[in-house]
């Protein structure tokens, strides 16, 4: 017979180490995105020329897609914080919309202090559209609607995490994108805000499952939450992948300031690495999310009396000589 304890304890061990990993490879992805496009010539040069390609290629469309900017603020992301509360109050899950604020606020604090504290961008000697040493990484607007997605994932009852899954992912790109066309931001930006909220969703996840060590991990996802991370797992390798080799041939075609690399080129390369990294953290998020709700551990039934009788009770049923 299966013991539930024990798997109720694999379960619970799998769901830590899953968010730690999590916790540890955004991190990593962040310091490896400032390492590679803010300190190294070749990686700020290829920064740089997608960059060029996002300004050069504005169109009708791409106008249109600034838009979303325009929606991407602090007054945007105190109206999604009142919605998340809302929301985790009518489903009665106050704690689950507290990680979501946690989320909200603190990956949206982080991006700022990296940005504006921590991170420092080096002259190289460079040609660049922005001033050398103005450090924009982590982008904020992506930190905000990434964050808002993320939030939004967590507190959302299953049945409504694919949809909005897939969604969240395509619209923090577009975000991403909008950014990039309006010269604001380069795509290692980006790439690091997704991090950052990654992050965050994961930290938060662990925590809750280091202290609620007397409950159970409920798994609450449902086929389609299965399906969806799984192809949105796939999705964002092969989008990674692919901007990857476009990367190694601009390295290939000898990628150096002032050359004739194609700008268009090195955007394309850009969007893809940044809906690939969307998707991964995005499948990770839908993945933890219903790790953060908990059911309280079933008690031991009571014993049953007439199965153990108590041996200084007298025993009516038997026959007694006299």
Known sequence: MRNPIAGV?????????????MVVGCVAGVALAYRVAVRTVSGRVLDGHALRGAVASRSAVTDYVQGVLDVVSVASLFGAAALIA????VRLRRAVGLAALVVLVGANVTSQLLKNVLLHRPDLGLTERTPATLNSLPSGHSTVAFSVVAARLVVLPGRLRPVLAVAGAAYATVTAAATMSAGWHRPSDSVAAFLVVGAWVAAVALAVLLVEDRSTVADRRTEAERRTARRLLVAGGL???AGAVLATVAELVGLRPGGTFVDGTAYLAGLLVLAGTAALVVAGVLVLAPGLTFTPADPAPPPDPAAHPDPSEPDDSAEHVT
């Open 86 to 89: 809302v929301i985790a109050l």
């Open 239 to 241: 989008l990674l992948a």
């Open 9 to 21: 304890r694999r379960d619970r061990t799998a769901a830590v180490l899953l968010a730690a990993g």
